[in-house]
């Protein structure tokens, strides 16, 4: 068996990302060797691999999922959003330049299937089953000539593609349809069926809703996933993360001393891996919540200022409403600060960045004795080390780097009173130092919070993923599934009209079947092979038609791009800047 499956959406966040981690984990305890794979991802919370690859982080839960190692072949590309115009790509886990959304779906994308149908095709090599995770929804007509993560990575691999719908925002039936009926007959023959998600109910009123959308469209649910709680699963993809005042959801668990410990996370622009307070999160008597306003940090006993794309944006915007004040009024007061990666950056001294933000000098916070030169290099890296005399792991995703200049040594960063920061992300994930360092916070906080002795967050995160198996193997049909996985699509899955809208005149047709040798791209760049080849990489250049900010791929022959991690080579053109 070298089978595979799409699970695909009919929104973004419809719980695609969830699906296919409980698929995993419902596959790997049958015995299976799977492995997940996104072949485009957005999104701003990512993790570096063991070889030093950045993948998003959903992607490494989803391995986790699949009790696998996560490697850059599972997420092939990643778009870290810099402004809602524009991402860093991230390809093979190495950054390569900034594009504009413009630039990236104006016929570049296209130049990366053979990219990803590479990284998959050699995951199947080595796994029994491959199960791909979509992204969006793979009706967005407007990119679908384009596309490599949707549609067009299922029938390259001929893989089927299973839609999942989120029944809690309601109209999933209509969305069903719709999407369906939005795609081309190519596209519909590889779309076996659909499975619900987030139901809260009697399953019963819904099933004449599932036989009435067979009637219509032919296709099968292969099941009615109920609404879970709790699950603090890996966020995903996206441009905004809307998440004021929302309180995390935690292990629901009182107190282990007599206080509890709030804990308020600034939710600064372009914020990245906000999933570093999960593990406070899942401590019993520990409430953790998002804020955007100063007077929020009042009541605090521990004030985070997280990750972000945007140091200097994040920077300004804390100034703007207050909170860079109240930031400064709590660090005089010996009231508990920590800053993390762009957080960290944002409480020194100074800040040169002429590769982020290219805003140059910039003061920052004064809170730390740090002065940060952003490089255009980035530092990508997976520490280990001790603070506050326990041992601790980590995970590093950033340009600037830090002249320490005084304070005492905190996990590469420095520590001043209560004002830690680190450019380690996932150092709460460590047990025995989160337990010492909330022990360190509530007594600068004078609360009497004594953490839970035995809060294991890897236990919890591996019970959080056995649920998702759960609710596969109890909620879905499993021998269905199994089937489709194996041997593909049913045949003779009727067509439901009207399809997809016919391409604007002279667009070329869809990448995603098989194409024909040397096929073009838009700008006529010849793509070696049936659909390209990793090892040719690629160039980021400038586009003589795009603004200065824009840049086009190309293919890239050269030999030293071959190895993983080296499938880009950047071209700027430091003028147009």
């Known amino acids: 068996m070298s089978g595979g499956l799409l699970v695909a959406g009919t929104t973004s966040d419809a719980g695609k990302s969830v699906v296919t981690a409980g698929i995993c984990r419902w596959l790997v305890r049958r015995g299976v060797k799977v492995a997940p794979f996104k072949a485009q991802n957005m999104s701003l919370n990512s993790f570096v691999t063991r070889e030093g690859a950045e993948i998003g982080r959903a992607q490494a839960m989803q391995a986790q999922a699949a009790r696998v190692e996560p490697t850059a072949l599972m997420n092939p590309v990643l778009l870290k959003p810099g402004s809602d115009r524009s991402s860093q790509v991230v390809l093979m886990g190495k950054p390569v330049g ?23 095709e050699e995951l199947r090599s080595a796994y029994d089953a491959v199960i791909c995770e979509g992204a969006g929804s793979p009706a967005e007509i407007n990119l679908r000539r384009t596309d490599i993560v949707n549609m067009g990575i299922a029938r390259a691999a001929r893989f089927p593609v299973l839609v999942v719908g989120d029944i809690d925002r309601g109209g999933v039936f209509a969305s069903f349809f719709g999407t369906t009926a939005l795609l081309s007959a190519e596209d519909q023959a590889l779309v076996a069926g659909y499975l619900v998600n987030k139901f809260r109910g009697d399953v019963s009123l819904l099933e004449p809703g599932l036989d009435m959308l067979y009637g219509l469209t032919g296709r099968r649910t292969y099941g009615v996933l109920p609404y879970a709680h709790g699950l603090g699963i890996d966020e995903e993809d996206g441009l905004r993360v809307s998440l004021r005042g929302a309180v995390r959801e935690s292990v629901v668990a009182p107190p282990h001393g007599e206080d509890v410990l709030r804990v308020a996370v600034c939710a600064v622009p372009l914020m990245s891996n906000f999933t570093d307070v999960d593990a406070l999160a899942a401590e019993p008597g520990v409430v953790v919540r998002f804020v955007d306003r100063a007077e929020e940090l009042a009541d605090a006993d521990l004030v ?3 990750g972000t794309r945007g140091t200097v944006k994040a920077l300004a915007w804390l100034r703007e409403r207050g909170l860079a004040d109240a930031l400064a009024r709590r660090a005089a007061e010996g009231r508990p600060v920590l800053g993390i990666c762009g957080g960290f950056q944002v409480l020194g001294e100074r800040i040169e960045d002429e590769v982020e933000s290219r805003a140059g000098v910039v003061d920052g916070l004064g809170l730390l004795p740090v002065r940060i030169r952003f490089d255009r290099d980035k530092t990508l890296a997976r520490p280990v080390g001790s603070a506050l005399g326990e041992p601790v792991e980590g995970y590093e995703i950033h340009h600037g780097v830090a002249d320490v200049r005084g304070g005492e040594p ?21 047990d025995a130092f989160r337990r010492r360092f909330l022990v360190e916070v509530a007594r600068a906080a004078g609360r009497r919070f004594v953490p839970a002795p035995d809060t294991s967050f890897g236990v919890l995160r591996e019970e959080q993923l056995d649920r998702l198996g759960d609710l596969v193997e109890e909620h879905a049909d499993t021998d269905a599934l199994w089937r489709l996985i194996e041997g593909g699509a049913p045949g003779g899955l009727p067509f439901v009209p009207p399809g997809a809208p016919p391409m604007s005149a002279g667009a070329p047709e869809s990448r995603g079947a098989a194409p024909d040798p040397a096929p073009q791209s838009p700008e006529g760049l010849e793509l070696a092979g049936s659909a390209g080849s ?43 800047k």
């Not at 594009?99 to 990366?112: I, K, N, V």
């Not at 840049?551 to 050269?558: F, H, N, S």
């Open 98 to 120: 900034e594009m504009s959304a413009r630039g990236y779906h104006g016929g570049r994308q296209e130049a990366l299937l053979g990219t990803v149908t590479d990284c998959l």
């Open 534 to 576: 990793r090892d040719q990489g690629l160039e980021v250049a400038r586009s003589a038609e795009a603004t200065p900010q824009e840049l086009e791929v190309t293919r890239y022959a050269g030999a030293e791009s071959r190895t993983l991690g080296e499938a880009a080579v950047v071209h700027v053109d430091q003028e147009a």
């Open 410 to 430: 905190f996990l590469d960063g420095c520590r001043v009173g209560a004002v830690w920061g680190t450019h380690w992300h996932g150092s709460l994930e460590s």
């Open 304 to 306: 985070i200022v997280p």
